[in-house]
């Protein structure tokens, strides 16, 4: 593999490690897309050696799915390492919170024996409180956003207009369930850092999506990158050691706005069967007949059934809402763009075992518009929409690569793939993900994760 000489790194994926890199004490991790990039999964693998994880925007929007052991669980408002025992979970400043949804979310985690404590959870008393008159508002004025109506954009609205209420005002209205969590996070956070301890910074949703960043008006209502966990948790910037990218093998996105790569019409989608119907209406033999004929379509060229099959593939619903989402090919340039706006030191790529059926793979190196070439991303919506990908072609795999745990011992046309994308984006991938078991986790260059030794 051919390395750009200005690389931030200089050997390739299937070479031992340096000996000599320093683990990170701080870790963020940051959607380098439109959200769903499989963020919880590998929050959830790196809070296994981190002391404290603190989320910094967003809303119950967000939906971080964790599965252990067989054990589907998907986390709203809180942050996802409170399923380690031992690890101190923030929900800062910059997150908005529903009190209802937060105290539920607390309520089902203890029914199935996951301690939530006061000792273990900090809600920031400066976080904002979405209300019933935020979900309204967000249903009646954003249907042509596509959003999730949970009244995350009002909530942030009251908030920049200087007319919301903050947690430490609403729990001094009156006895509240969540009294007990609320703290000055700031001070918390920076007083464990200072301590040494081992800080998973995690966000929601994804680059984007970001309000300043994002294919504005179709974006979240908070700074989704890199640059949010500095105002969404009181802290300066070098206390972030490394910044690590979150991309799927391929892209999604869900509700409305700009997708250059998408396989298939909005309204092919809406006639689609879902996942669950179809397993419930179809017997095991009838489904594995159905994969294997949308399988066939789809290397036969057909572009919907090219992403249907990436849909049913990976599962491709919302944690949130149970929409499908809508699926393309890989897109190096809102890759490029990620590094360039968060910084990225290094990119975990998951769901590479989605692609396995596919005989050729496509990653979009470009864009056509009026017969001019782009580049580089932007953000210009009119553009996005209007342009046409242009596509490097790579040959596929067929094999499972649910049970690899070593690079090495993938496909070779697997191995070649995750080189292309790191040689596209000139960023190192640090992990692979080859399923959404903590377990199913390929990690390349540990240098940049936590030391495994935790100081729980």
Known sequence: MKLNKNSKFS???????YPAFTMAKNIAVIGSQFGDEGKGKIIDFLAESAD?????????NAGHTIKVNNETTILHLMPSGILHNGTINIIGNGVVVDPNILAKEIENLRSKGV??????LVLSENAHVILEKHIMEDKEKNKHLGTTARGIGPAYTDKAARTGLRVIDYVSQGKSSLNPFVRNSVVLINDLIDKNKKVLFEGAQGTLLDIDH?????????????????????????????????????ITRVGNGPLPTELGTEQEIKEEKGYNELKSDLSEEGFERLMR??????????????????????????????????????DALIGKYSVIVNGFDAIALTKLDVLSGFEKIKICVGYKYNDKIIKNFTTNVEILKNCKPIYEELPGWRENITKIRNFKELPKNAQKYVERIEELLNVPVAVVSV???RSQTIVLRKEFLFDSKSSK
Request: glycine share 16%; with cysteine.
């Open 214 to 250: 994002g294919t504005y008006p179709y974006v979240t209502s908070s700074n989704a990158t890199a640059g949010g966990i500095c105002t969404g948790l009181g802290i300066g910037p070098k206390k972030i050691d490394k910044v690590l990218g979150i991309a799927k093998a391929y």
């Open 435 to 437: 399923g959404p078991e």
């Open 11 to 17: 050997k390739p994926l299937n070479i031992d490690f």
């Open 293 to 330: 004929k949308i399988t066939k379509e789809a290397n036969e060229g057909s572009e919907y059934k090219q992403g249907r099959l990436l849909r049913m593939n990976g599962v491709e619903y919302g944690s949130t809402t149970g929409r499908p989402r809508r699926t393309g090919w890989f």
């Open 115 to 120: 301690k939530v404590t006061p000792d273990n």
């Open 52 to 60: 404290v994880v603190a989320r910094f925007n967003g809303g119950n």
